[in-house]
């Protein structure tokens, strides 16, 4: 009885170990590029998984990024 409570033992210790290092693993990949990337100022695709700046639309038009003018045209 006494050898199969240590092999019981060991059965559990080392699921532990391998939830463990799961747990590590998923925190090491995903979560800590996740809080680095937002701490930046960045934004964080979960999809890619990368860490993306973000973009002015008004560099993609080429307006200005100033209001338009509310003024009505004189008729």
Avoid: D, H
Wanted: glycine share 6%; charged share 15%.
């Amino acid at each position: 009885m006494l050898r199969l409570l240590t092999r019981v033992q060991i059965a559990y210790v080392g699921l532990f170990v391998a939830v463990c290092a799961g747990v590590f693993a998923y925190q090491a990949l995903y979560i800590w590029p996740m809080q680095k990337c937002e701490a930046n100022g960045g934004w964080w695709s979960t999809k890619y998984r990368e860490c993306a700046t973000p973009i002015p639309i008004w560099r993609f038009t080429g307006r200005s990024s100033s209001p338009p003018s509310a003024t009505p045209k004189p008729s």
